[in-house]
């Protein structure tokens, strides 16, 4: 079955622990993309890439670190997590321009 | 920063009426998508639409595109129970950028 898969799906972390949250994708896309979601704020783009090697910062990148060594793979790594970083995330891939992404089942972080 | 905004915002509807969203952007795009949400779980990617074309058609939805108004809607005909979800709308402004607007949460009373 062609999917995006996250682990963990929930995880409580303390302050400065540092974390990382993996994703993986099985359908050989190019383009790969990570997300959080908070209420009133909507789903805002942490950092993308469009190969491997190939990242790019999203709108909120700071505390957040990613690395493609694999195309299909594209976890996200929180080096020293603060309680702001508490949100839902979401790993999203797609295979070419012009098509539509394929999202993960969520990551509910909590920074305590 | 974000780019669609939805409207409205929460939507109530019966059971087999036909539910419109609307969504507005602010810069020229290279496409735009719609996508699904049911509470809390991953999103579902629903229709996109090229900023060449003017509407498109997926099944019950309904996707129109009006690039000199930068706006889009999504019309869900029909609508049943389990179309009760969130809906956003994302727009690509190239390299593969989604931005995404704040949804609308969508009701269907049985």
């Known amino acids: 079955e062609a999917q995006v898969t996250q682990n963990p799906r929930y995880l409580i972390t303390v302050t400065g622990k540092k974390l990382t949250v993996t994703c993986s994708q099985n359908m050989n896309h190019e383009y790969m993309s990570w997300y959080r979601q908070d209420p009133g704020l909507g789903l805002r783009q942490i950092y993308y890439s469009m190969n491997v090697e190939v990242t790019d910062k999203g709108d909120v990148p700071e505390g957040y670190k990613v690395s493609r060594k694999e195309k299909r793979n594209f976890p996200l790594i929180l080096e020293s997590p603060s309680p702001n970083q508490t949100s839902l995330y979401f790993c999203a891939s797609s295979g070419t321009a012009n098509y539509g992404y394929t999202f993960g089942s969520g990551t509910r972080l909590t920074v305590v | ?110």
Request: hydrophobic letters at 30%; aromatic letters at 6%; proline letters at 2%.
């Open chain 2, 1 to 110: 920063s974000q780019q669609g905004e939805e409207d409205p915002q929460a939507l109530s509807i019966q059971e087999g009426e036909n539910a419109t969203m609307n969504c507005s952007y602010k810069t020229s795009i290279n496409n735009l998508q719609w996508y699904r949400q049911n509470s809390g779980r991953g999103l579902v990617h629903l229709i996109l639409i090229r900023s060449n074309e003017r509407e498109k058609h997926s099944g019950r939805l309904r996707v129109t595109l009006d690039t000199s108004k930068k706006s889009s809607s999504l019309l869900i005909t029909a609508s049943r129970a389990a179309d009760t979800a969130s809906y956003f709308c994302a727009t690509d402004g190239g390299a593969q950028k989604l931005v995404f607007g704040q949804g609308t949460r969508l009701t269907i009373n049985p």
